[in-house]
């Protein structure tokens, strides 16, 4: 376990267009992600509120905000000043808009947040003296 995972501090060459960083995956490691997700969504429970619909919506709600991310290639325009101000959001953003993976990587952290959830609340669990609560305090 890292407590501490880099990202890239500033895009490497300014003018690369959102495309240009899209990696290109292979047909295998889309099926491979699809049977992952496939199986993801049979450890959700069918609880009222854990469960995947919820999974997939905080999923889709996280791709939307990282959209609206500004990357400082779509603001620079050349001025010194507006540059400077471009890329000290894409530091303050952590520079999570110039990393697919990194991207990637939250989307996923989203989706499987919830796997395997019970659909009760911490202190119903340790009321009832969970495995999980004795664990884990």
Known sequence: MQD???LPQRVARLSVTREEQAPQVSTLVKDQLSDY???LANLYHGN???NFEHASHVMMSVSKLLS???APEEVL???DEDDQMAMNLH???YGITSDPLTQF????AALIHDV????????????MRSPAAVIYK
Request: charged share 25%.
């Open 4 to 6: 501490v995972i880099a």
């Open 37 to 39: 997700v496939c199986t």
């Open 48 to 50: 009222s509120f854990h």
């Open 68 to 70: 609206r991310i500004v």
């Open 77 to 79: 325009r050349g001025d």
């Open 91 to 93: 530091d303050h953003t």
């Open 105 to 108: 990587s939250v989307v996923l």
């Open 116 to 127: 395997d959830h019970t659909g009760l609340r911490n202190d119903d669990l340790v009321r």
